[in-house]
């Protein structure tokens, strides 16, 4: 099995800096650290910030690049086209230039691990073909989605839940989306690029083209601007993965302020459990730390979103399965 390295980098801003601190004492020299030195690392930044930055090399230069044009290309599409990426999952849609997030746009590929899924959204974008946007869809997905295993395993071998992730691996579904954000025009105040929120996701890895723009609100409400490098790969909690922790890990609140002159192309892969009851793993429950969140199903919850109810909740997860 091929191995890929990935290291958790701490040095982004005080957000991420905190994490670092945990660990300052057991280590002097070097502030990267190592999946097999210290698997907890994932599961502490997860709990403390909900979010890491993971520097992989499981996706080479080349495709690096290809998986850009692909979204250019996706991008330059007329809009008639790229509408007909309908889906009956909430929120799976094309998305362009709403009033509320007039200069963001985004479409996404279901089941983008799959050869049939990238067939699909392909063919719908492109009927006489696009080799290039498919092979580099099919090949940024599986190593997004390896990147989210490595994660996943590292997060559960803490917990010592190995066998729950397993069955919650094997029901892990994976959309990747395209997001573009055009440059804000004129002088009359900035309209956001994405207003803030939570992920309906259960995780989320973020990848950009290296233009600014993703800040993240910390726990004490101070928002953290990331800095774009790279190699890099934004791994962040979802509602769900909330949820499934028991609370125990964060899902960060976040948005995109477009500043320069400079577009930005962002992608993102959301992981969502499709066809397995999110249950929180018994190892999770104890006296101190009773259940806090019922069973529920990953894409029921996408519809409940759309619901009066959803739609005016402040905290939807907490108001669809929240034990009070
Ligand atoms: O473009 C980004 O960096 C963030 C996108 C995002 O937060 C989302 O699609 O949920
Ligand atoms: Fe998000």
Not at 235 to 241: F, R
Not at 297 to 306: G, N, Q, R, S, V
Request: glycine letters at 6%; aromatic letters at 10%.
């Amino acid at each position: 099995m091929k191995r890929h390295k990935i290291i958790l980098y701490t040095e982004y801003g005080t957000y991420i800096k905190s994490v670092f601190q945990l660990y300052k004492q057991n280590r002097s020299e070097d502030r990267k650290i190592h999946r097999k030195r210290y698997p907890s690392q994932a599961m502490h930044a997860l709990e403390e910030h909900g979010v890491f930055i993971a520097t992989y090399n499981g996706v080479p230069q080349e495709l690096e690049d290809a998986i850009f044009l692909a979204s250019q290309d996706v991008f330059d599409l007329p809009t008639e086209v790229k509408v007909l990426s309908t889906s009956d999952t909430p929120y799976h849609a094309y998305s362009g230039k709403t009033p509320v997030m007039p200069l963001y746009e985004s479409i996404g590929i279901e089941n983008a691990t799959t050869t049939e899924g990238v067939e699909f959204f392909t063919k719908l974008m492109w009927p006489s073909g696009n080799e290039n946007f498919g092979k580099s869809a099919l090949m940024f997905s599986k190593a997004v989605a390896e990147l989210y295993q490595i994660v996943m395993r590292m997060v559960a071998k803490s917990y010592g839940i190995e066998e729950q992730c397993e069955t919650l691996l094997g029901s892990s579904v994976q959309n990747l989306r395209f997001m573009k954000y055009l440059c804000p025009q004129g002088d009359g105040g900035n309209p956001p690029g994405m207003l803030p929120h939570t992920d309906i996701s259960f995780m989320t890895i973020l990848h950009d083209k290296q233009v600014k723009g993703l800040q993240i609100k910390t726990k004490e409400g101070q928002w953290i601007e990331v800095d774009p490098s790279p190699s890099s790969f934004i791994v962040m909690a979802g509602d769900v993965c909330m949820a499934w922790s028991n609370g125990r890990i964060h899902a960060p609140c976040h948005r995109v302020i477009m500043q320069g002159n400079q577009e930005r192309y962002s992608l993102g892969q959301f992981t969502f459990i499709r066809g397995l009851n999110i249950q929180i793993p018994q190892k999770l429950i104890d006296e101190d730390h009773p259940p806090r969140f019922k069973d529920f199903d990953h894409y029921k919850y996408l519809h409940y979103l759309l619901t009066s109810e959803g739609m005016k909740s402040e905290c939807p997860i907490k108001s669809y399965c929240k034990i009070n």
